[in-house]
């Protein structure tokens, strides 16, 4: 079976303890940074995509419920797959006044490209959630389940299939190889496109015959019934059981694997800091940032793009980043995607 | 009619006093946005949009909105007075603009923009109000081969554009070619031609080349020719918006024209940018007086201002109607829509029809606001010009600089913005045409994406590029426009026999030379004839300005003329002998 995403529930234990021993070894990391200068939020993407939109809704979030004294200014530095905004954030070193929202571009961008960083050269601070992939076609298309897709895949010519995502070598691309395991000897054409709205109106318009858009780049189209869900790229059903369209909930679409499509994806939405910054000012972020996701605000968003709720900080975060990333470079590996010498 | 029973309702939301002030306030803070070169509409979109939190989401899109009204405003202002591209898509209003400046018409230049970009505006938002669902679904026809034929109509409208040899704007192509070339590619998703240097990821920024090779650009031109900015003599006259509007009226083809190219790339997606090239090259091709084009021709700022305006408005339509946002501008204003509880997309019509209406309303006041605002301070715009070059140089050169380092706040911007700058230099002293290489930084990258989109699906196939009716008459009319210099050329060799009949051109030899040779000697014929006037001011020391020397010059003038006039009576008498 195909797992693309550990949760990292079996070291909970082991890190639970360690976080105790980190308390005992410095008790003084009580709250007393305070930002003193407007915040920067790097978003390491274009504008319109959905790191931009949850990076603009936090700003939004922030400046409405008042949850800092100074601030907080978001900035799209999306060149070369986000190593703009990533580089710009590791040569701050020591700098508590820049955060940076991430993507899965930051392990994709320096393995395929080559441009030297990684997440070890940034500070974690938290995860906010996972973002989900669902598979979509037009509503016109006459599969109605992923098995229905796969089958298509299978009898139709090689390559036919068109498959278009956000990037190159980035993570709809990833899952596309993941389906072509399933649907082999059979290829898909996968084309990109620059930004995941721009990829969910070439599905609406038939130029390509499936997507993996986030749930938030095509749930405007689905719900106006332009779009049909096949499965979600999860191991379980969303939570979310409102209504979006007429007769579907974010929880009646079925999980990839029940449909025959061993598949699992997710996404890291998470907060990054420069590399050299304080415990304090680390812990001033946390705080921030839980007291964000406390907002009714965040509620909605979240449920309004089905997002996967799972949220950690601390050395918990850091050995999922640490797993994510050994799974980035295994699947790359795999796909051909890493740069030479990588 | 329920369309206009609905944007009664919106005209309803958007009058309130309070509404009418926040338009006000965007429009203001849209023109100085579009005046900063760098900043952009997005850019100050995205700073001002927490400002926005507390209204309504209708009095917040009204605000936003009006600002990115005041933007595309704003963006001729400083290319027509310095040859400074506030925005992209002011870049081709810079070639007639700025020399209609140079020859002290900056007031008309202005007018001319301002009005044009009105007309354009009106005209997408009554494309808005009543064709909204049916144009949004001409929206979802656009592929990749589509987009790459669009782009490619773009250059092909451009080409003959440059005044001197055909192999120089090749050349200048091709260079913008490669620029636009380096960095990430797109379709592989690896890095090229950055050599290692973490600089080059981001590419050659558009706006950086644009700021340098235009604005610094002409800022060491004005310091060779005397440190001063010609045009600066040019008097204030406060009947200049009535005068140039009786002009305009002649020019309603072109306006025609352009607001029809702006409103399709608007929808398509291609944005603000093509399509205030494409509109200009047309103009030129089409124009009685293309010829005169790049010299300050007025018909070469109606045609791109108009297109611009047109094309930004539209481009809000697949916001509205798809969530697609046809402008980096709609794409931040979409963030905010979302923050506001708003899921724009097909529904929004129906769900949120007040908020909807209410923001085409405030289209339609929004424009009309902002005329009434510019337009008033034309004759203060066109006064920047009489500042000392000594004082205004300087501001210039540290907008400028401010400009290109906003675009990725990085200092390394600065330094290429001012080597761009030398370059321009370089390029206008070696007569090789700047626009060429702007168009190819601008769009080569979006066509090569395009073009590499369509073979994919097709698998490699050019057939793509006419396999159905849209794509095949897109491509067509590309290849007509490019093949137009071609046709003319064939016309003008039939013209040469009816000219010789008429004694222009005489004697035996090739008809092609001899059109060239005419058109040389024409053109050296009109330089010389200018640099005797400046001589003859110079000569005669007729710089005057107050009265006394007012009186002293008049009268050398009135001597002059008289004995010409003689001179010339004598003359007539002996040929009539």
Redesign the interface.
């Given at each position: 079976m195909m797992k693309l995403c550990k949760p990292a529930g079996a070291v909970a234990v082991k890190l639970g303890l360690l976080l105790i021993a980190a308390a005992v070894a410095s008790p003084a990391v009580a709250q007393t940074w305070e930002p003193t200068k407007p915040v920067t939020f790097v978003i390491p993407a274009g504008s319109g995509g959905g790191a931009d939109q949850m990076a603009r809704f936090i700003q939004g979030v922030v400046a409405k419920n008042n949850l800092m004294k100074q601030p907080m200014i978001a900035i799209n530095k999306g060149g070369g797959a986000g190593a703009e905004g990533f580089l710009d954030v590791k040569k701050n070193n020591g700098d508590a006044h820049t955060i940076v929202i991430t993507l899965s571009n930051l392990f994709t961008t320096p393995l395929a490209t080559g441009v030297p960083f990684s997440w070890k050269d940034l500070t974690p601070v938290s995860m906010l959630a996972l973002d989900q992939f669902v598979l979509w076609v037009n509503s016109e298309a006459p599969y109605k389940s992923a098995k229905e897709y796969v089958d298509a895949v299978k009898a139709g010519d090689d390559k036919k299939f068109k498959m278009g995502g956000t990037g190159s070598k980035q993570e709809d691309q990833i899952i596309t190889v993941a389906i072509e395991k399933v649907t082999a000897p059979k290829k898909i054409t996968y084309i990109p496109y620059a930004g995941g709205g721009a990829v969910a109106t070439q599905l609406v318009g038939k130029h390509v015959d499936s997507t993996v858009n986030n749930p938030i780049e095509a749930v405007s189209q689905w719900k106006a019934g332009a779009l049909r869900a096949l499965c979600i790229f999860d191991s379980k059903r969303s939570i979310y059981t409102a209504k979006v369209t007429q007769n579907q909930a974010w929880s009646d679409i079925p999980t990839c694997k029940e449909s025959g499509l061993d598949v699992q994806y997710q996404m890291l939405r998470g907060i990054f800091m420069s590399p050299g910054v304080k415990p304090e000012q680390v812990a001033y972020y946390v705080e921030l940032f839980k007291k964000i996701m406390a907002t009714d605000d965040w509620k909605k968003f979240m449920e309004d793009g089905a997002f996967n709720q799972t949220t950690m900080s601390g050395d918990e975060f850091k050995t999922w980043v640490e797993a994510n990333e050994k799974l980035h470079y295994d699947l790359m590996k795999e796909a051909a995607f890493l740069a030479p010498g990588k | 009619m329920e369309e206009i029973n609905s944007l009664l309702q919106g005209f309803a939301v958007a009058l309130t006093p309070y509404n009418l002030v926040l338009m006000l306030v965007g429009i203001v803070l849209g023109v100085i946005i579009g005046v900063l070169p760098g900043l952009g509409g997005?850019n100050g979109v995205?700073?001002l949009?927490?400002l926005t939190?507390?209204m309504s989401p209708t009095s917040a899109i009204i605000m936003l909105s009006c600002i990115y009204w005041g933007a595309l405003f704003g963006g001729a202002i400083t290319s027509i007075l310095f040859n400074i591209p506030g925005e992209p898509w002011s870049v081709a209003t810079t070639f007639d603009g700025h020399p209609m400046a140079q020859k002290g018409r900056a007031d008309e230049a202005l007018t001319a923009a301002f009005t044009s970009s009105f007309v354009g505006a009106l005209v997408a938002v009554l494309l808005i109000t009543f064709l909204a669902p049916l144009v949004a679904r001409f929206?979802?026809?656009?592929?990749?081969a589509e987009f790459f034929a669009v782009y490619f109509l773009t250059f092909a409208s451009f080409i003959g554009m440059g005044k001197g040899s055909p192999f120089k704007v090749i050349a200048s192509m091709c260079l913008g070619f490669a620029l636009g070339a380096v960095?990430?590619?797109?379709?592989?998703?690896?890095?090229r031609m950055t050599f290692g240097h973490?600089e080059l990821?981001?590419?050659f920024d558009f706006l950086i080349a644009v700021i340098g090779l235009f604005g610094i650009g002409e800022i060491l031109s004005s310091m060779e020719s005397g440190l001063k900015f010609s045009g600066s003599h040019a008097t204030i006259r406060f009947d200049a918006v009535l005068r140039t509007w009786k002009t305009l009226l002649t020019y309603w083809a072109t306006s025609i024209r352009s607001c029809i190219i702006g409103c399709w790339m608007g929808i398509t997606p291609g944005g603000a940018t093509p399509a205030s090239f494409m509109s200009y090259g047309l103009a030129k091709k089409f124009s009685k007086n293309g010829h005169n084009f790049g010299k300050g021709e007025i018909e070469g700022v109606i045609a791109p201002e108009t297109a611009a305006h047109a094309a930004g408005t539209s481009a809000l339509l697949?916001m509205l109607t798809?969530?697609?946002?046809g402008s980096?501008t709609a794409?931040?204003l979409?963030?905010?829509l979302?923050?506001w509880?708003l899921?724009?997309?097909?529904?929004?019509f129906v769900e949120q029809k007040e908020f909807v209406w209410g923001l085409i309303a405030s289209m339609y006041l929004g424009n009309v606001v902002g005329l009434i605002v510019v337009l008033t301070c034309v004759p203060l715009f066109s006064a920047i010009l009489r500042v000392p070059f000594s004082i205004i140089a300087p501001v210039i050169l540290v907008i400028c600089a401010i400009g290109a380092f906003t675009v990725?706040?990085s200092m390394f911007d600065v330094w290429l913005m001012l080597g761009f700058g030398v370059m321009g230099y370089v390029f206008q002293k070696l007569d090789y045409p700047l626009p060429p290489l702007v168009l190819a930084i601008v769009l080569g990258d979006k066509a090569e994406?395009g073009f590499r989109?369509a073979l994919?699906?097709s698998?490699g196939s050019l057939t793509i590029f006419w396999s159905n009716p849209l794509v095949a008459s897109i491509m067509g009319l590309g290849a007509i426009l490019l093949f137009w210099p071609l046709l003319s050329w064939i016309k003008e060799r039939k013209a040469v026999p009816a000219m010789q009949a008429h004694g222009v051109v005489g004697g035996a030899g090739n008809s092609q030379d001899q059109i060239g040779r005419l058109a040389q000697l024409r053109q050296r014929n009109a330089e010389l004839k200018q640099k005797l006037a400046a001589a003859m001011i110079e000569h005669d020391g007729l710089q005057a300005t107050t009265i006394d020397q007012l009186e002293a010059d008049n009268r050398t003038l009135e001597a002059r003329l008289e004995r010409y006039e003689m001179e010339i009576a004598n003359s007539r008498k002996d040929r009539g002998n």
């Open positions: - | 997005a995205a700073i949009l927490p939190f507390s929206a979802l026809k656009f592929g990749p960095g990430l590619d797109k379709v592989t998703g690896t890095l973490e990821l981001n590419g697949p798809l969530g697609i946002p980096p794409a931040v979409l963030g905010g979302m923050i509880g899921q724009p997309g097909p529904l929004l990725h706040n994406e989109q994919l699906g698998q």
